[in-house]
């Protein structure tokens, strides 16, 4: 079975989400579709934040579940609240994910998440088969 996926992230923190995509990569006998929006994706070129809503809207449309860092960051970022807002919209599942390390999270991703894990590639993939 192959999973599709969103993965949420600030590109301010891209090492955090190639990681958490290396991570999964990793895994023997997961497969899986990112939909998520790279950094140098050309949906950054259009010209107002509605575009970008909309463009995020269609990179959602096809996942199963969403991927949300939790990290403390993630409270004060405008795109990834926005997200949340979409995929509640759309009644995704959200996974929140808690980064390695991390002393404080993200109470606003985890409260909208479904699932919080830790970061441990099988806790995540056990939340992702669960939905």
């Not at 050309?42 to 575009?51: A, K």
Request: glycine share 4%; hydrophobic share 35%.
């Amino acid at each position: 079975m192959t999973y599709n996926l969103f993965i949420s992230h600030s590109w301010t923190y891209g090492d955090a989400y190639d990681r958490l995509v290396d991570m999964l990569n990793a895994k023997p006998y997961f497969s899986y579709k990112n939909y998520s929006v790279p950094k140098y994706d050309p949906i950054h070129n259009v010209s107002n934040d509605y575009q970008l809503k909309e463009a995020i809207r269609r990179q959602m449309q096809p996942a199963s579940c969403i991927l949300i860092l939790a990290g403390v960051y993630s409270t004060y970022s405008k795109w990834i609240n926005i997200e949340i807002e979409l995929a509640q919209s759309m009644s995704k599942k959200i996974i929140a994910i808690e980064p390695w390390g991390a002393e404080r999270t993200s109470s606003k991703v985890k409260s909208a998440a479904h699932s919080i894990v830790r970061w441990n590639t099988d806790s995540i993939i056990n939340a992702i088969r669960g939905y």
